[in-house]
């Protein structure tokens, strides 16, 4: 079984402020930093350091050789980049004083895929293999179409959510993990068990992850529903908390792990990276997050 996450490389540029900037604002910015980043290049990186052999696929620009080098350097297979004459994306990260973010992007290179290079990439992978996708590449309907007819376990994170998710056949996914706002638009559903119970009612073989902030998170099937309580940390920037949980759950899952045991592990891991500033290089190691594991506290 083979792990491919065919994903967004992003170049994220942070600034630091002391409340996210409203409508007509102008706030002077305490510190600028560039880090790595990228929905995509992040739970790359989660995965791989949670002790997963994970393959990329994506497209970076003339200017993001440094992201391909982080993939590798953090023991991702970068076989499947492909650089193309374009901008790399971009994202622009405003962290508050309080570790909240605000965030947009420039596509740039990852709207850059084509059917040939998804069928080039996919040609290389088979039955029973996990396919995890984000929402900030093109080509995405196309992608788990092939995927599925290929007998791929699909993993969709709708993020960020937009119009394009409507148009995937959800019955062709294994997982999907979305946080409260992303439930909330795709059910029409304001609380979390409702919509819960809407995935349950029209996709009964979808597996569900929800996250739920400060909250914890929960996992529901066709069998149980798990609830899993957020641990108490200082939060200094939250930008890769859910990429990080994302990467940790799966690879716990492929470990063959409960449930209830991959909840717990991916909450600590997201705990730590919340604790540190940036994206990918806030991801901590599957050591790390082990010996962390007992002495965490719930909120």
Same mark, same amino acid.
């Given at each position: 079984?083979? $792990?491919?996450?065919? /994903? %967004?490389?992003?170049?994220?540029?942070?600034?630091?402020?002391?409340?996210?900037?409203?409508? !007509?604002?102008?706030?002077? %910015?305490?510190?600028?930093?560039?880090?790595?980043? !990228?929905?995509?290049?992040?739970?790359?990186?989660?995965?791989?350091?949670?002790?997963?052999?994970?393959?990329?696929?994506?497209?970076?620009?003339?200017?993001?050789?440094?992201?391909?080098?982080?993939? =590798?350097?953090? /023991?991702?297979?970068?076989?499947?980049?492909?650089?193309?004459? =374009?901008?790399?994306?971009?994202?622009?990260?405003?962290?508050?004083?309080?570790?909240?973010?605000?965030?947009?992007?420039?596509? /740039?290179?990852?709207?850059?895929?084509?059917?040939?290079?998804?069928?080039?990439?996919?040609?290389?992978?088979?039955?029973?293999?996990?396919?995890?996708?984000?929402?900030?590449?093109?080509? $995405?309907?196309?992608?788990?179409?092939?995927?599925?007819?290929? /007998?791929?376990? $699909?993993?969709?994170?709708?993020?960020?959510?937009?119009?394009?998710?409507?148009?995937?056949?959800?019955?062709?996914?294994?997982?999907?993990?979305?946080?409260?706002?992303?439930?909330?638009?795709?059910?029409?559903?304001?609380?979390?068990?409702?919509?819960?119970?809407?995935?349950?009612?029209?996709?009964?073989?979808?597996?569900?992850?929800?996250?739920?902030?400060?909250?914890?998170?929960?996992?529901?099937?066709?069998?149980?529903?798990?609830?899993?309580?957020?641990?108490?940390?200082?939060?200094?920037?939250?930008?890769?908390?859910?990429?990080?949980?994302?990467?940790?759950?799966?690879?716990?899952?492929?470990?063959?792990?409960?449930?209830?045991?991959?909840?717990?592990?991916?909450?600590?891991?997201?705990?730590?990276?919340?604790?540190?500033?940036?994206?990918?290089?806030?991801?901590?190691?599957?050591?790390?997050?082990?010996?962390?594991?007992?002495?965490?506290?719930?909120?």
């Amino acid at each position: 079984m083979k $792990i491919l996450n065919f /994903g %967004s490389c992003n170049i994220d540029f942070v600034y630091n402020l002391d409340h996210i900037v409203a409508i !007509g604002e102008t706030e002077t %910015s305490n510190s600028m930093q560039v880090f790595p980043g !990228g929905k995509g290049l992040n739970q790359s990186v989660a995965l791989a350091k949670a002790g997963m052999e994970v393959y990329h696929a994506g497209c970076i620009g003339t200017d993001g050789e440094m992201l391909a080098d982080v993939l =590798e350097s953090n /023991g991702v297979d970068i076989s499947n980049i492909k650089k193309v004459d =374009e901008k790399t994306g971009h994202a622009i990260i405003q962290v508050s004083s309080k570790g909240d973010n605000s965030i947009f992007l420039y596509s /740039g290179s990852n709207a850059k895929i084509t059917e040939e290079f998804v069928d080039e990439v996919l040609d290389k992978f088979h039955k029973g293999d996990i396919l995890l996708l984000q929402n900030e590449i093109n080509m $995405i309907g196309y992608i788990v179409e092939k995927a599925y007819e290929k /007998g791929m376990c $699909i993993i969709l994170n709708p993020s960020p959510y937009n119009d394009k998710i409507k148009k995937i056949d959800f019955n062709m996914l294994s997982y999907i993990i979305l946080n409260e706002v992303e439930m909330s638009e795709l059910t029409q559903c304001d609380n979390p068990k409702d919509g819960l119970k809407y995935f349950s009612k029209n996709y009964p073989k979808l597996k569900i992850v929800l996250t739920l902030g400060s909250e914890g998170c929960m996992y529901s099937d066709t069998e149980k529903i798990v609830f899993q309580p957020s641990f108490k940390v200082n939060a200094v920037d939250t930008t890769a908390a859910g990429d990080t949980f994302t990467g940790y759950f799966f690879a716990q899952i492929a470990m063959g792990n409960t449930v209830e045991k991959s909840l717990k592990i991916a909450s600590v891991a997201s705990a730590i990276a919340v604790s540190r500033k940036g994206a990918s290089v806030s991801i901590p190691m599957l050591n790390e997050v082990l010996a962390a594991e007992n002495s965490f506290q719930s909120s």
